[in-house]
């Protein structure tokens, strides 16, 4: 049956009055917008009822859209995530992009066992254990637990506990009081638990003024060992404790989010609050925020970020409300269902919280205006450069486009090449380029080199006479838009060998250089002596780049290429594995190590496999293949 797209229009006849998510596409079928509604059918056709009193942005979106796709979800809080879900996968131009892949540090303590351990660790799990954090710097993470462990000798080991006769070194150093030997009561073991979470609750004055007493009464005992040895715990308290600003003297975990913006960037702070003093802060660019209102904004943070939040606190601040009113109550919703237990989100107005609120605003202007400075040096770098490129290769106009080509083999195997573009000094991925070397037998890098060179130029003409002939979209060509200059990694050889295919495909006018590796010097066909870029030039500094940006595309393909050949020919080896079965097995276990790490019952569970052809795979990978022919 033919599968048939229905048109737009229909689809908006269609539209369920449900929860979920919808996907609008463009002509060439890519996402340009991920939204969510609890009401689809309201919320969808008001993007194209009266779309010109929309903001600008979004009659952009919707002059685009040609194609929707739903997903039916079971509530809006369902939606709300996958809704987040799915502008991590697709990126879509028109949504607020938060750009975060951090994994922060917490503070674990397993509660949950008889004789607790305190450690680090970058994931939470639903394991009874109470974590603190997250912290913004691994490193001071590191410090705090070293320094707690002088004070609370706790194990950080897993060893088993009352089967161990001798302890471990950190029992002789006295950083653990070494329980798997039994050498303290759980009693005595647990009390030092509780001051520790004392302690990292936030609740120093009571801990402080516990030991304290201990001390006084050690002394007093003219036990002044004992009495030392807290004196030093309470330095180290203290010493932990001046580290960290008191924001909120009644305790509590909050979070603290604040936000600058500059045209299309948006920087938002927060500063993370735990047992009322600031553990760390962290700040996050949002881009594609023109045209957006600072509501609209704070509310795509707060619903990217929270979604994929390990930590939720019990108040959240912002700086203004969230839009929609109903993003509120949907939110807040999903926090407290993820948090198991009460969350709040607050716009304070005034007092402490509202200054508090300010003060982290202000803190994510400085940072703002710190990045808008990196980039206008970085966008000045690259000015000078390409002035300076087109001043010493005496090219008639500014080089704006750079194409730079790699060869990549292994005594002629497997031979590749490659193409990378940057556009005004900046990489422009999309239009990377890889070639799989087909008609160069063994080695011979001038005849690859040729062979790529041709291919991507005779596409250029390719595509030029379609467009000429109306025959092609513009937006479709591939290799149309031809380079202001090329770079092949190699000296005299090579840029002969690439000038000559140009001239042949009707490019010769395109400024061709080889940068050879060993003085970094540029060679051009006609040219009796190389140009010498100036040791700290822009200029040299961006071919290089390029040079080896090239290099490195054409050595990552060449390594998949091998590997995937490798797989592919252990498994063939294998009777009675064709690439039907084959192609299972990988998909089941994702590679041949893990293939080889399994039982025979977990590979005769492989779709097409059986246990007669599972001992057969298991044997073969693990040095039985003598047996099995």
């Known amino acids: 049956m033919e599968n048939v797209t229905l048109p737009l229009a229909e689809k908006l006849k269609m539209l369920p009055g449900k929860p979920g998510v919808y996907l609008m596409k463009d002509k060439d079928h890519r996402v340009i917008y991920v939204g969510k509604a609890n009401n689809l059918k309201n919320r969808v056709r008001s993007y194209f009822q009266a779309s010109r009193h929309l903001p600008a942005k979004t009659q952009a979106l919707v002059a685009r859209i040609e194609d929707l796709e739903l997903i039916i979800t079971d509530s809006e809080q369902e939606a709300l995530i996958l809704e987040c879900n799915l502008i991590k996968e697709y990126k879509p131009r ?35 254990a109470k974590y603190f954090g997250p912290y913004t710097s691994a490193g001071a993470v590191r410090e705090t637990l070293a320094l707690l462990r002088t004070v609370f000798p706790l194990r950080s080991c897993s060893r088993e506990l009352n089967r161990v006769r001798r302890p471990c070194l950190n029992q002789h150093i006295a950083k653990c009081l070494a329980p798997c030997t039994g050498k303290v009561s759980q009693t005595a073991y647990q009390d030092m638990v509780r001051n520790l979470l004392a302690f990292l609750e936030g609740r120093e004055k009571e801990l402080n003024d516990r030991i304290r007493q201990e001390m006084a009464t050690a002394a007093a005992k003219l036990d002044f060992e004992r009495a030392a040895t807290l004196r030093n715990q309470l330095a180290a308290l203290e010493k932990i404790a001046e580290k960290q600003k ?8 909050q979070d603290v989010v604040g936000m600058a913006r500059e045209e299309d960037l948006a920087c938002v702070q927060v500063f993370f609050v735990r047992g009322g003093k600031v553990v760390g802060r962290e700040h996050f660019v949002l ?36 839009e929609p009113v109903s993003e509120h109550g949907v939110l807040t919703g ?14 304070p107005q005034r007092g402490e919280k509202h200054r508090l609120v300010k003060m982290v605003a202000n803190n994510a202007g400085l940072v703002l205006a710190q990045i808008a400075k990196e980039q206008s040096r970085k966008q000045a770098m690259t000015e000078t450069a390409l002035r300076e490129l087109q001043q010493y290769l005496q090219l008639a106009t500014l080089p704006w486009r750079l194409e730079g080509y790699d060869i990549s083999n292994l005594f ?47 596409r250029a003409r390719a595509e030029a006479a379609a467009l000429a002939a109306g025959e092609l979209d513009p937006l479709m ?33 395109v400024a061709v250089y080889g940068l050879a590796k060993e003085n970094e010097w540029l060679f051009r066909v006609g040219a009796t002596e190389p140009v010498i870029l100036p040791r700290g030039s822009q200029a040299l500094y961006l071919v290089q780049r390029l040079r ?82």
């Open 94 to 128: 028109y949504n607020i992009m938060l750009r975060d892949d951090k994994m922060y540090p917490y503070i674990k303590v397993t509660v949950q066992e008889a004789y607790p351990r305190v450690m680090l660790t970058r994931r939470l799990v639903k394991d009874g």
């Open 246 to 253: 008191i924001v909120s003297p009644g305790g509590g975990d």
């Open 287 to 322: 881009t594609g925020t023109v045209g957006m209102g600072d509501a609209e904004v704070i509310t795509a943070f707060a619903k990217q970020y929270y979604t994929g939040c390990d930590f939720i606190p019990r108040e959240i601040f912002l700086p203004v409300p969230l």
């Open 334 to 347: 999903f926090l407290r269902e993820k948090r198991g237990g009460s969350v709040t989100i607050k716009i």
């Open 412 to 458: 002629g195997t497997e031979a590749v090449g490659s193409q990378v573009v940057f556009e005004g000094g900046i990489p422009k991925r999309g239009d990377y380029r890889r070639f799989r070397i087909r008609s160069v037998v063994g080695q011979d890098d001038y005849a690859s080199l040729r062979e790529v060179l041709t291919r991507r130029f005779a």
């Open 477 to 509: 060509a591939k290799f149309a838009v031809l380079p202001d200059l090329v770079i092949v990694d190699g000296g005299k050889g090579q840029v002969a060998a690439a000038w000559e295919v140009l001239r042949e495909q009707g490019y010769g006018e």
């Open 548 to 629: 080896d940006e090239a290099h490195r595309f054409a050595v990552e393909y060449h390594r998949q290429l091998r590997a995937k050949k490798q797989t592919l020919s252990v498994l063939d080896g294998i009777p009675g594995i064709g690439p039907k079965r084959r192609t299972a097995l990988l998909r089941h276990f994702g590679s041949v190590k893990k293939i080889k790490e399994a039982t025979v019952q977990d590979i005769a569970v492989v779709e097409g496999m059986n246990q007669a052809l599972a001992r057969q795979v298991w044997g073969y990978l693990n040095g039985e293949k003598d047996r099995l022919t």
